[in-house]
T-cell receptor, first 111, second 115 residues
């Protein structure tokens, strides 16, 4: 059965801290891994990763994929209160557009 | 472009009532999806569609039905509402194919409560 597991499930840090969110996957015919940020509304796209070892960056956020060990990490440096959200990881399986989502990591950044 | 739109934003149903959640996209995406999200949980795929006239079940299809008569619209039907269907429902779309990406674009969600 295809599954995506995220850890930790929740995290509380202070502004300025660096956090690492983990995502492991077991997905048939894996195609890509996506990260989304969800505040009090719909998820918004952050990154899509298809190749191992190539880091994607956007400001203070970065992500990398390891296809051998079947995991991805999302790093956030110099966290801000605006980074508080649920971070969702999803893996695309096979030749369909279906995404299997993890349960999410709830990040709270305190001032 | 409006992107992905959903109506209604909120709805309260009584047990056994029926309703249709509407979803539309104006990005000419071929794939559309319905997810539900329970508190503290990730997204669970209910149904998806790879194009007009073609639908398939996701992880949690029981109690729901869908249709896709046009590329733009993908309504989700609840026939006999049950308290277990209390959730936030998200519709999403993506373009899958040559030149497309895996990125799914989400609607704003419909918060449904069944009492």
């Amino acid at each position: 059965e295809d599954k995506v597991v995220q850890s930790p499930l929740s995290l509380v840090v202070h502004e300025g801290d660096t956090v690492t969110l983990n995502c492991s996957y077991e997905v048939t015919n894996f195609r890509s891994l996506l990260w989304y940020k969800q505040e009090k509304k719909a998820p918004t796209f952050l990154f899509m990763l298809t190749s191992s070892g190539i880091e994607k960056k956007s400001g203070r956020l970065s992500s990398i994929l390891d296809k051998k060990e079947l995991f991805s990490i999302l790093n956030i440096t110099a966290t801000q209160t605006g980074d508080s959200a649920i971070y969702l990881c999803a893996a695309r399986s096979g030749n369909t557009g279906k995404l299997i989502f993890g349960q999410g990591t709830t990040l709270q950044v305190k001032p | 472009n409006a992107g992905v739109t959903q109506t209604p934003k909120f709805r309260i149903l009584k047990i056994g009532q029926s309703m249709t959640l509407q979803c539309a996209q104006d990005m000419n995406h071929n794939y559309m999806y319905w997810y539900r999200q329970d508190p503290g949980m990730g997204l669970k795929l209910i149904y998806y569609s790879v194009g007009a006239g073609i639908t398939d079940k996701g992880e949690v299809p029981n109690g729901y039905n869908v249709s896709r008569s046009t590329t733009e619209d993908f309504p989700l039907r609840l026939e006999l509402a049950a308290p277990s269907q209390t959730s936030v429902y998200f519709c999403a779309s993506s373009y899958v194919g040559t030149g497309g990406t895996d990125t799914q674009y989400f609607g704003p969600g419909t918060r449904l409560t069944v009492l």
